[in-house]
């Protein structure tokens, strides 16, 4: 009986000890890869983050500007085209057009401090705008051209803090991302300057040498 019982026992000695393997390997397999890699590539590559991060917060800084000044400038034509049509058209007409031209002016002044806001504002623009026709076919392209851009606000300064968070990360000597990483952040950019965004890759890959998933 005593034998018996010891049977039993290394059982369930070795069941644990299996359990306790397959968690190891499974959490191996969760874990983010470690790799030490040597420190002049790692300090190249460390620049190279630095600079992509750098240039595309410039580029966003850029595009903010062109799409707010060209929406500056074509909104002025719209309050002079608007003024010349008050005379023809009634108070419906004028009271529309001054709630939209506050609107507009409300997104001007603000965008800089809560673009979230200023693009609220230039949709109701839009909106009060159906069946009236009060706002031109330039001044439209020129709000749908500032949406544009703030649908890809957020996640070109989120891929630029990434970026920097990764050469931060190389400082170290370690790596612990993966190609994806970046992959799947870039797809929702909309960087559409081929230079940058070939650039951004090429320094991520030097980085993380295993490239995207």
């Keep these: 009986m005593g034998a018996i019982g010891c049977r039993c026992n290394d059982g369930d000695a070795d069941a644990t000890t299996e359990a306790t393997a397959e968690d190891d390997v499974v959490q191996m397999a969760k874990a983010p890869k470690m790799v030490q890699k040597d420190k002049q590539k790692l300090e190249d590559a460390r620049k190279k983050l630095v600079s992509c991060a750098k240039a595309l917060r410039a580029r966003v800084a850029k595009d903010q500007l062109e799409v707010w000044k060209r929406a500056e400038s074509e909104f002025g034509v719209q309050k002079m085209i608007w003024q010349s049509l008050s005379l023809q058209r009634g108070a ?18 603000t965008h800089t401090k809560d673009l979230a806001a200023a693009v609220e504002a230039l949709d109701l623009c839009l909106q009060r705008n159906q069946g009236l ?24 300064q989120e891929l630029a803090k990434m970026l ?37 890759k090429a320094a991520w890959v030097a980085a993380y040498d295993d490239g995207p998933e």
């Design 133 to 156: 026709d009060l706002l031109g076919l330039a001044t439209i392209e020129s709000i749908e051209a500032i949406k544009n851009f703030a649908l890809h606000a957020d996640s070109r």
């Design 164 to 200: 920097d968070k990764a050469a931060a990360e190389l400082s170290s000597g370690v790596v612990s991302r993966r190609g994806a990483d970046l992959i799947n952040l870039l797809a929702d950019c909309g960087i559409q300057e081929p230079k940058l965004e070939a650039a951004i």
């Design 92 to 109: 419906k007409h004028q009271g529309t057009a001054a709630m939209i031209e506050s609107k507009l002016e409300f997104a001007v002044q």
